[in-house]
């Protein structure tokens, strides 16, 4: 027996009564004769709510029936059930879902931009457009236009009509029978099953959050309703709180950020420029008052440094002529070696050869290679190998 879906002709009902059908899965999968409950379908979050005060965790559309998940068993001697929707999630659901047919409309009547694909979700919506960007303007001009479209509290309408003879539909349809069309006045009609507003006003406010590329489509990210006043209350209360920290005003905060984080930047740049030439220095000293092996090449040996110290000190051997640096980070147990070209070692070949058979791992280029031991004291026998290939 199919299901009755009372949501389709109206989103507003949260309380009916319904005759059980089936219960399975011990009383916990529950079918109904009828239901105001919408399961999650198109991109739609399902509902929640109670049956006969048993919480409803899922609602699943089956093709011809719904099922419901509920928290605590049914029982099979039940004839009959009382469904309450929780309508703060339910109302919350119908201003996004109504808020996304608005902007794809908006979108496509001002850009010819095609809404392929919709999600929504928990704390925000998206929709991916046929489009791999959209301009900061367009982005601000959709939403201008969204919410005049809003102010002016448009009538959305829900009606039947014959798949063979609908016309008008801003996405065709391939399905066959009867569709459900949306309507939003003037604007947009579109065959959707989901829960929606009677009028555009109730959308409330729409506020797009950010748009980024996604493979080969823009993925737009929106909130309306409760959930736009609710992000711009946070996104004020940030600002609020980097104001306060820079001791200026609201108006000036982000043009201070910018201008601190160049400079940062900056700093960050001439910082690396000068552990280059500290690291250059260093390595000569080293070379210099290194040992000569017995092919000719100078060893130099440095330890305690951090890794990223040691990749500067190897940049810097290797411009040095038969060189060769072996350097070691006791926390988490790893060597690093480097070698000037005009050595004939293969620094990752050896490297790799050194530290496979003690069970450690790693690898690089012929010029600098780093890997570690298992343990520190592994890390002797390591650099005991380098030294006597």
Excluded at 349 to 369: H, I, Y
């Amino acid at each position: 027996m199919s299901t009755t879906r009372l949501y389709y002709m109206d989103s507003y009902l949260t309380s009916f009564d319904a005759r059980v059908v089936d219960v399975v899965d011990d009383g916990r999968r529950v079918y109904l004769d009828q239901t105001a409950f919408y399961p999650t379908s198109g991109g739609q979050p399902h509902d929640l709510g109670t049956l006969s005060g048993a919480a409803i965790t899922d609602v699943i559309d089956e093709g011809e029936r719904i099922a419901h998940i509920v928290s605590t068993p049914l029982t099979n001697e039940a004839s009959s059930v009382a469904g309450e929707v929780d309508w703060e999630r339910r109302f919350d659901n119908m201003q996004q879902h109504t808020g996304q047919h608005l902007l794809s409309a908006v979108l496509e009547e001002l850009y010819g931009h095609h809404t392929v694909s919709v999600h929504f979700g928990h704390d925000y919506s998206s929709l991916d457009l046929d489009v791999e960007s959209l301009s900061g303007d367009r982005i601000v001009e959709a939403e201008r236009r969204a919410n005049a479209i809003v102010a002016e509290n448009r009538l959305v309408s829900v009606n039947f009509e014959d798949a063979a003879h609908v016309s008008g539909l801003r996405k065709e349809s391939d399905r066959a029978g009867v569709l459900r069309i949306v309507s939003i006045d003037g604007l947009d009609r579109s065959a959707c099953g989901g829960t929606h507003v009677r009028t555009t006003g109730e959308i409330g406010a729409i506020l797009i959050r950010k748009v980024e590329r996604v493979r080969k489509a823009a993925r737009l990210e929106f909130v309306c309703g409760q959930r736009a006043v609710r992000r711009a209350r946070a996104d004020f209360e940030a600002l609020t709180r980097i104001a306060g920290a820079l001791s200026a005003s609201l108006d000036d905060a982000p043009s201070l950020v910018v201008g601190q984080s160049e400079q940062l930047r900056a700093g960050e740049n001439e910082r690396r420029r000068l552990d280059r030439e500290i690291a250059a220095y260093r390595a000569r000293a080293l070379y210099e008052a290194a040992a000569t092996n017995a092919g000719g090449v100078r060893v130099v040996r440095h330890d305690g440094m951090t890794m990223d110290e040691l990749r500067n000190l190897a940049q810097a051997v290797v411009t040095l002529p038969k060189a060769l640096l072996v350097g070691t980070i006791a926390d988490p147990p790893s060597l690093l070696l480097a070698t000037s070209e005009d050595t004939g070692i293969d620094a990752g070949k050896m490297l790799r050869e050194a530290v496979t058979k003690l069970g450690g791992r790693g690898g690089g280029s012929a010029r600098v290679a780093q890997g570690s031991v298992p343990e520190a004291g592994r890390l002797a026998e390591a650099i005991a190998t380098v030294l006597s290939s």
